[in-house]
C-alpha cells in the first residue's frame, strides 16, 4: 500500500513535469532530438523532484496511518472496557441476585420469627392467665385452709375444755365414789 500511494503521486507528478518538458522542448524544435539527454536529465529532476515532494505525503500519511493506529487502539481499549464494564455488569447481577435470594431468605426468616414470637406472646398471655386463674384459686385455697385452720383450733379448745370438763367430772366421781382414808 505504501509504495502504491508514492507511484502514484510519482506518476501523477511525473505527467506533469513530462507535460511541461515537452512543451519546452516543443518550443525548441529541432532542438529537442538532440537534447534526448536534456528529457533524460529533466525526468531524473523530476524524479528527484517527487522524491522531495513525496516526504510531505509521505509525512501526511504516516500522520493518518498514525491516526488511524490511535483511533483502532482506542476501538480495541473501549471495546475491552466494554467487554470488562459486561463482565462488571454481569458480576453485579449475580451479586445483587445472590443479595435478593439472601434478603428474600432473611425475610422468611423474619416472618417465621415474627409468627414465632405471636405465638409465644399467646402462650405467655395465655399461661399468665392459667397463673392469675391458679394464685386465685391458691387464695381461696388459703382462706378455705385458714377458716378450717381456725375451726380447728376452735374444735381443739372444745376439746380441750370437753376433756377438762370429763376430767372434772371424774374427779367429782372419784371423790364421791371412793372411801377417803
Known sequence: MHDGVILVLRSHHWDQQSDDTRQSLNGRGSEASMNALDFDQAADETIRENDVSTLRPARERDEVVAALNLVSETATAIKAFEEQ??????????VADAVREDLGRAELRAERAETMQRLSEAHVEQMSATIEQAHQE?????SQLDSKIAELAASERRADD???AIERIMDVIRARTLPVN
Open 85 to 94: 464494564a459486561a463482565q462488571a455488569l454481569m458480576r453485579a447481577q449475580e
Open 138 to 142: 391458691i387464695e381461696v385455697l388459703q
Open 162 to 164: 370437753a376433756e377438762d
